[in-house]
């Protein structure tokens, strides 16, 4: 293929498996495209007739894809995507069969909603749960599937999923922004979009070294491993050379990816070795959330036809780096502006900075709801160090542009870093934002040009709750700066002592220096009150807080029935992965590490009696036998410890109360009986531990 100029190649097959709108033109009579259109423009519903046209032209084109079934594909409060298929022939007279798929059957599906997780929406005995076609999105054909991507409601009608409010918190943020605009004298545009392109790291490593690990089949991480020999430390694999099986591996995954119309761009080694990373191009926040969960399902097939295993966990390893996923956010008008960008006039620069002071405050108002957005068990391993971000929320933005709200602030001239004046709002700025100042790698929300980066994210995690947030709580700041400026008399001067208050008030969250050092840690918790919260179980009970729920309720994003039924599925899905996690390192421990303990254990012994026997001193082997016999009982006592947690866990109630028991008890106990593991492997033959070691799965790929 590369020898056919694969540019070329590449503009051909991109999105080749997707109803994209270029598929519709040609497909669908006039008015049915136009309507389609209207529908992805303004969220406006189809007649029944025009979504029989759509359903039609959608069948015969998947169809010649070999495609036999369709299916809604949805996003349930699993964080994962799932999918029921149904084959599109339906009986004929005298034993033959139709193929056939109705307008009825794309825009609404039926399916057992009794298993997914609900938060206590509805009844495991209540089985009906519908999917709706989310049309902004676009169709594609997989595995001889047509996938319509769908949101999914209960019976009674309470969102089941994280699509449906990603897509409402992009409709309150247009509505919102618009007035803005208005503000500024713009009627061109009557839609803000907001634009997401997650950045997605991830390991790789081989099948058959996986394979041999029940911790990493069961729970995507290493329960258990010595810390190898070299880790990150000489930082040789950051951005080094990509070697023949993991570049054939990536070549394959584009290819793979551009098929779906994924915009993925850019691959890279990452840190850790192992470690990769693969960053798309921006596009719409629900398209990128869509993408995104296909990216994380093909890069987990591609990597089994190459013989290797991909890891989402966020921390598969200890000691090393663990992987993210930075989200990078911004707006964009439909007249052709983003909103982040401070633009060529003293207009444009005004308007910027009046975004800019919303997404300040809104940050800073709402800091527990961004954290908790990256609150899972497995991220509570990453956040804090290696790149990872602390747990505390705050803001970067760069020397310049501290400097153009601190002048905002006193009402001063700007003096810029070349020593020269600017009257906010009246002369144009200079180009500060986008290479004036470096990016900030410890800061959890970080202004890199004409858009934030939110570096918190798990690299397992959906996209959407994040979004979601950001979404709703910038919206809410424009409207509280619509509400005071509409109807000003002095629009300018109004809007720059808003600007200005706003600033003084919430600049706290602002902070441009190392969020890994312990000076910030106590100038952020005891000085500006910021917000420390550690670990999950802290962090999500912030969802139902009377303000969040206040927010979510104005702009209809959540009901506060829904926003507790997520509290309740996240604390419960924490206790979840704690106990299997903790389960399987009681199995692996009973069943394969005491057993090898005990056979080393059992070969140095008869070495040592063997010495003995030939008048040979055999002082190593006793101290050795000595030292493994006492690991191996401490090994088999603190696993009955974490036993006794474990049933201890059951009996605490559900919800807050067990997942801080988990947090506290049980995965304290974990970490005690895994270092005496760990010590343990350290003294064992390699020949003779049950599992491969850290530098076999991390350095023979």
């Known amino acids: 293929m590369s020898e056919q100029n694969p540019a070329k190649l590449v503009t051909e097959y991109f999105g080749c498996n997707v109803f994209s709108d270029k598929v519709m033109r040609e497909r669908l009579p006039k008015d049915v495209y136009r309507a389609v259109r209207r529908t992805k423009k303004l969220g406006c519903a189809l007649a029944p007739e025009i979504s029989g046209a759509v359903a039609h032209a959608m069948k015969e084109w998947a169809i010649e894809k070999g495609a036999t079934h369709y299916t809604h594909w949805f996003q349930p409060m699993t964080g994962v995507t799932a999918e029921k298929h149904d084959a599109f022939l339906n009986p004929a007279e005298r034993g033959g069969i139709l193929l056939e798929f109705s307008g009825k059957e794309l825009i609404k599906g039926e399916a057992d909603a009794s298993s997914f997780p609900s938060g206590g929406l ?3 005995f209540e089985a009906r749960g519908y999917t709706a076609w989310d049309p902004t999105s676009n169709a594609f054909v997989k595995d001889g599937s047509l996938y319509i991507p769908t949101a999914f409601s209960s019976y009674t009608g309470d969102t089941l999923d994280k699509k449906t409010p990603l897509l409402r918190s992009m409709d309150v943020l247009s509505q919102q922004a618009l ?4 503000l500024f004298g713009n009627t061109t545009a009557t839609r803000v979009i907001t634009t997401a392109g997650p950045e997605q790291e991830y390991f790789l490593i081989d099948k058959k070294l996986f394979e041999a690990r029940e911790d990493l089949i069961i729970t995507g991480r290493t329960l258990f491993g010595a810390k190898p020999p070299k880790g990150q430390e000489l930082e040789d694999h950051y951005y080094g050379n990509i070697n ?14 551009w098929k779906l119309g994924v915009y993925a761009k850019t691959k890279h080694n990452e840190v850790a070795p192992a470690q990769h990373e693969l960053a798309p191009v921006f596009t719409n926040t629900n398209i990128a959330a869509d993408h995104n969960q296909l990216t994380m399902e093909i890069m987990k097939k591609v990597a089994t036809k190459h013989g290797l295993y991909c890891l989402l966990h966020e921390k598969p390893f200890a000691g090393v780096n663990g992987s993210g996923k930075h989200n990078n956010w911004s707006m964009a008008s439909n007249d052709g502006q983003n909103l982040l960008d401070p633009g060529d006039c003293p207009q444009d620069n005004l308007q910027f900075l009046t975004f800019l002071c919303a997404i300040i405050k809104g940050v800073h108002e709402y800091a527990p709801l961004l954290r908790l957005s990256a609150a899972s068990a497995g991220n509570d391993h990453r956040l804090g160090a290696n ?6 929320v705050s803001m970067f933005i760069g020397t310049e542009l501290q400097g153009v709200i601190d002048a905002l602030e006193v009402g001063e001239k700007y003096r810029s870093t070349d020593d020269k004046t600017f009257e906010i709002g009246v002369d144009v700025l200079p180009d500060f934002p986008k290479d004036t100042t470096d990016r900030n790698r410890t800061s959890p929300f970080a202004f890199t040009g004409n858009k934030f980066e939110f570096r918190m994210l798990g690299s397992a995690d959906s996209i959407s709750c994040t979004n979601t947030i950001i979404n709703t709580i910038v919206a809410e700041e424009l409207c509280q700066i619509a509400d005071a400026l509409e109807g000003s008399q002095d629009f300018t001067g109004d809007l720059k002592k808003l600007l200005a208050k706003i600033i003084s008030e919430h600049k706290s969250i602002i902070y441009n220096g190392n969020g890994y050092s312990d000076e910030w840690l106590d100038e952020a918790v005891n000085v500006r009150h910021l917000p420390n919260l550690v670990s999950t179980p802290d962090a999500l009970p912030e969802y139902i807080t009377p303000k969040s729920v206040a927010l979510f309720e104005k702009f209809k994003v959540y009901t506060e029935a829904e926003l507790r039924a997520r509290t309740e599925v996240l604390l419960e899905n924490y206790s979840k992965v704690i106990n299997i996690e903790a389960l399987t390192m009681i199995d692996m421990v ?15 012994c008869e070495t040592g009696t063997l010495k003995r026997e030939l008048g040979i001193s ?7 036998a000595a030292k493994l016999s006492a690991l191996t009982d401490a090994i088999y006592r603190e696993t009955a410890v974490l036993e006794e947690k474990v049933i201890t866990a059951q009996d605490k109630n559900a919800g807050l109360e067990m997942a801080r028991f988990y947090r506290d008890e049980v995965f304290a106990q974990m970490q005690t009986l895994r270092a005496i593991v760990d010590e343990t492997e350290t003294n064992v033959s390699e020949d003779s531990w049950p599992l491969p070691s850290y530098s076999k799965l991390l350095f023979t790929v």
């Open 122 to 124: 509805r009844s495991t």
């Open 618 to 624: 055999s002082g190593i082997e006793t101290e050795l």
């Open 244 to 257: 023949k099986r993991v570049s054939d591996y990536m070549k394959d995954l584009d290819e793979e990816l």
């Open 179 to 182: 007035r803005i605009l208005r």
């Open 590 to 604: 009973k069943k394969k590490i005491v057993p090898a303990c005990l056979d080393y254990t059992k070969k140095v």
């Open 387 to 392: 790149e990872a971000p602390p747990a505390i």
